[in-house]
């Protein structure tokens, strides 16, 4: 039997739609994963087994099956942890486990042996492209889903576990959709130096204002000592604010780099 269920990678700043096809069949007991997968993606093999057998699942590893996944575009390199959801989504689907329509839906999610889901990296890229893409819902740890529903247009769940996600699929559970105000997380600025409290340096103290109010480029050289640093730390306190979807560019390199605050987290 073959399903596919579809889920996202990071290229650069931006996420590109994977899908991930699972075929299971009789057989010698085997289970692979291709489509240029890096370690953790290969060891997610193991997650998936253990996290289907926490569910109340027979494990793949304990059945006389052979499972083989398919994460296509096969030629782009797939990194991380975050197929463990699909992939196991995929593997109950095929083995027809359970019973849903994932055509609309992207899943993403790092499994936990018991079945526990935990936050992954990148989620805002993601949003934007199941929107982009045409998706209508996405879903994802519930820690990630304050990050995930910035983007306005689509379904964002949060769950817990695959054995939430699965409840949630067949009906059984009622989820709503994170809805997050942007305004939650907005902070009074503090900036570490006010370009109005630096002493002299006039012409220098001119050429950020150009900087600043026309977008340009800006190389400061000179000695050590000679006001460098503090002037580079001063700038931030004449630009503008940022506009919503300069934040979103800002936020999603935060993102992908895992840097973004706590407060993400704490939201729900």
């Known amino acids: 039997m073959l399903s596919k269920v579809f889920s ?16 299971c069949s009789y057989g010698l007991r085997h289970f692979e ?5 890096d370690k953790a993606v290969e060891e997610s093999r193991e997650r998936v087994g253990a996290a289907i057998e926490s569910s109340n699942f027979q ?4 059945q006389p099956v052979r499972v083989l996944v398919s994460l296509a575009p096969a030629d782009l390199r797939k990194e991380g942890s975050l197929y ?22 992207i899943f993403l999610g790092e499994l936990a042996l018991d079945g526990r ?31 995930a529903g910035l983007i306005k247009g689509i379904k964002v769940i949060g769950v817990e576990s695959l054995k939430e996600t699965i409840d949630y699929l067949e009906g059984q559970k009622e989820i709503f959709s994170q809805n997050t105000n942007p305004e939650d997380f907005l902070q009074t600025p503090n900036y570490p130096v006010d370009l109005g409290y630096i002493k002299g340096q006039t012409s220098a103290k001119r050429a950020l204002e150009i900087t600043a109010s026309g977008s340009h480029h800006l190389l400061m050289l000179g000695p050590p000592g000679a006001g ?8 931030p306190s004449i630009l503008p604010q940022l506009s919503f979807e300069e934040s979103l560019e800002v936020t999603k390199i935060y993102s992908i ?12």
């Open 8 to 23: 996202a990678a990071i290229v650069n700043l931006d996420a590109q739609i994977i899908e991930a096809e699972v075929n």
């Open 33 to 37: 994963i291709v489509g240029l997968p």
């Open 59 to 62: 494990s793949p590893h304990h």
């Open 84 to 105: 463990d959801l699909p992939i196991a989504l995929g593997y109950l689907l095929a083995a027809k486990k359970i019973k849903f329509d994932p055509r609309d839906k």
């Open 117 to 147: 889901l935990r936050p992954i990296k990148g989620v805002l890229s993601f949003a934007l492209a199941t929107k982009e893409k045409g998706f209508t819902e996405l879903i994802l740890p519930k820690g990630n889903a304050a990050e």
């Open 228 to 235: 460098k640093t503090l002037l580079a730390k001063a700038i």
């Open 257 to 268: 780099a895992g840097l973004l605050p706590e407060s993400f987290r704490r939201y729900i």
